[in-house]
């Protein structure tokens, strides 16, 4: 309950960072359902928004957005979406609804990313909630067996396949020291397609809501 009631607090104060004739990517989850409800105010304010999964795409035509294909967008102004874990160095483990792959691209083609949650999810070090992986099918045996190597105990989702047509392997006890250098190493396994860890493609602003309300972190004053 009360859960609900931060993801829509932080949700409502990401509108602030909402500019006139802008292009907004939108990511996938509960806690973005939130923000879009609150952007639909805005619908005619922004250029037009960028989705990241068919979820989010058909809750925008619902709402009858203005929306964008990626392919034609060179650049997202703003990408806002949520986090299964976000650390402090705004490095993220995402895909648990399964739209790591849209994300990431998105998150990728955007100047600023803002990733909203509720304080639940903000963590000293990444690595409690499984790491998702998208793997094309055939792949499925030979990732498993490269991840079991590495003293990981990886579980395939089951009745579960992408927008992309893929698998997701959840990935439990993945010892994460060096998270650039892992979801680097992951990445050169032929078969995966995206590693939910956002370690290059980290936030650069972080709302969080929780008992003691709002608190808006950014990148260049964690330092400070």
Known sequence: MYQEKYKYSASLFSINYIKKNSIIGIGTGSTVLHFIKHLRKLKYFIKGVVSSSLKSLNILKKYKFCILN???????????????????????????GGAL??????????????????????????GKFPIPIEVIPMS??????????????P?????FTTDYGNKIIDVYNLKINNILKLEKELNAYPGIVTVGLFAKQSADICITS??????????NDKNS
């Open 70 to 96: 990626c392919n034609n967008v060179k650049k997202i102004d703003l990408y806002i979406d949520s986090a299964d874990e976000i650390d402090n160095n705004f490095m993220m483990i995402k895909g648990g």
């Open 101 to 126: 792959t849209g994300e990431k691209i998105l998150a990728s083609k955007s100047k600023k990313f803002i990733c909203i949650v509720d304080e639940s999810k903000i963590v000293k070090k990444l």
């Open 140 to 153: 499925i045996s030979y990732i498993k067996e490269k991840l079991i190597n590495l003293g990981a105990f």
């Open 155 to 159: 579980i395939l989702r089951k009745n």
């Open 210 to 219: 929780g008992k003691l309300g709002i608190k808006i972190l950014k990148k």
